[in-house]
């Protein structure tokens, strides 16, 4: 069996590989054995069908099948260890003085078309990519820290006077006239907040009130005939209180209200963990980072967006296997039209050709990505997700355990793979190119990420076209 690579130009070439019988007929031999002790045809004994009879039926079919598995892995092999850089995958030459009849060919000559990825220089250096810093407004941190002080903030027991947000426990009671109604309900530790009760005239008579007081007054009245919250004041469900249309007398045991967590080092070891701040200062501004941090990956996108326009920009004289490149597109997708291919080519192009700079990057400064920054990346994805949620002080091993089944999905490993690989170009990048550093507020931020999704959309898919 013989390879060679003959090239038409820089960027096209044909693969040629030479078949010998001697190559492949060891291989059909062994194959027409397996399947004639298989075989089950009428008039024979399993196994004992004539070799003959076996090479009649099935021998074209095995010989072409045999012949197919060589080819391929000959090919598969040729391109690996001589490091050959392709675009696409390698087309079979169909015209009609490049075909074999493996039945008549003592020598096949199999020709695939290859797209070969074009030599080039890139000055990145030259390059002038701009970089935001996002400066957080001080009323956005002070909005963050009010809420944490919401979040674990506690109600407290109270002898004063309630007020609509306070909680007011106590015991309702069935009642009729100026006594418990007779084998009424009775509900202990009922809850009720007076800024729940739609109607005013009862609301403003829990106002006020304090420990020892009661309140007589009818639950469907209070929830605007709500059965829902009735039954959750109740205790019930929708279907226990049917019917129900009493008054009842709310007898209060306690009044509860909510009070903001203090800024001191139980809230911030809440928030942070233990030990990471220890003054209200320290406390600031590792919040002001964290909220910063969330703006990382849209500030990367348009670090890496900008610096794609300008390498695309300076490819523009980069010759691609055009032809062969839209013959690939149309033979991977048989729902496209040529039209649809050469209107769509261009930006697909660009695409093309971003993907083949990183790739040059990539392997040109032995940029790689370990299973370690996979795993890192995961839980960041993790610690992220929780985030939007307020969750900022998981253990470890909360994390770890979420980022574990995260990388058992072969999908998202690729992806975290992928971004991890973007981390690594970006961090590349930002060392070699001329960064412009410019700050802006979260407001201007936010307008500049709407204005480069609202120029964009639809998001470009990039072609697959290692």
């Known amino acids: 069996m013989k390879s060679t690579l003959n ?47 076996i090479q009649k039926m099935y021998g074209k079919a095995i010989l072409a099948d045999e012949v197919n598995k060589l080819v391929t892995d000959e090919l598969a092999r040729f391109l690996r260890e001589n490091n050959l850089k392709i675009l696409g995958e390698p087309l079979p030459d169909e015209s009609e003085d490049k075909q074999v009849d493996p039945e008549k060919d ?42 944490y002080q919401q979040n674990y903030g506690t109600y407290l027991s109270i002898e004063e006077e309630a007020v609509d947000t306070d909680l007011i426990k106590g015991t309702l009671t069935e009642w009729e006239g100026e006594a418990a109604k007779e084998d009424g309900r009775v509900v202990e530790n009922a809850i009720l907040m ?11 008579s829990f106002i006020g009130a304090k420990v020892g007081d009661h ?25 226990g209180i049917k019917g129900i249309d009493s ?31 220890d003054s209200e200062e320290q406390f600031r501004e590792k919040i002001e980072a964290m909220m910063i941090a969330q703006f990382k990956p849209n ?38 039209t040529p039209e649809e291919v050469e209107e769509d080519y261009p930006d697909i192009l660009e695409d093309l050709k971003f993907y083949v700079a990183k790739q040059k990057i990539v392997d040109e400064n032995d940029i790689k990505v370990e299973v370690a920054d996979v795993e ?18 998981l253990p470890a091993d909360v994390l770890q355990n ?43 931020f936010a307008e500049l990420v709407e204005e480069h999704s609202r120029l964009h959309a639809p998001v470009e898919q990039e072609e697959d076209l290692e």
């Open 106 to 147: 003592e020598t096949m000559t199999f020709y695939f078309n290859v797209a070969l990825t074009p030599e080039f220089e890139l000055p990145l250096s030259e390059m002038e990519v701009t970089r935001y810093n996002v400066q957080l407004e001080p009323e956005l941190l002070d909005k963050q820290i009010q809420i």
């Open 402 to 444: 979420y980022a574990k089944g995260l990388l058992e999905k072969e999908e998202t490993v690729r992806s975290l793979y992928e971004q991890a690989t973007e981390n690594k170009l970006i961090e590349w990048l930002t060392e070699h190119v001329t960064l412009v550093e410019k700050s802006v507020t979260t407001k201007e």
């Open 299 to 336: 500030v990367d996108h348009l670090f890496i967006h900008e610096a794609r326009d300008l390498i695309v920009e300076k490819m523009s004289d980069v010759v691609f296997p055009d032809e062969l490149l839209k013959k690939w597109l149309l033979t991977t997708d048989k729902n496209r």
């Open 7 to 53: 090239k038409t130009n820089e960027v096209n070439g044909t693969i040629v590989i030479e078949l010998e019988k001697v190559d492949y007929q060891e291989k059909v031999e062994q194959s027409l054995s397996q399947f004639r002790r298989k075989a089950h045809l009428p008039g024979f004994r399993q196994g004992k069908v004539p070799k003959s009879v």
């Open 376 to 393: 890192a990346m995961a839980v960041e994805v993790a610690r992220s997700q929780f985030a939007q949620y307020g969750m900022t002080n």
């Open 247 to 277: 008054d009842f007398r709310f007898d209060i045991a306690e009044v509860t209200r909510y009070k903001e967590a203090e800024l001191n080092q139980e809230l911030f070891d809440k928030v942070l963990g233990e030990g990471a701040a």
């Open 194 to 204: 007076p800024s729940y009760v739609k109607d005013e005239t009862i609301k403003n």
């Open 215 to 239: 309140v007589v007054f009818n639950p469907m009245t209070a929830y605007d005939n709500n059965e829902a919250e009735v039954a959750s004041l109740l205790q019930d469900t929708k279907e």
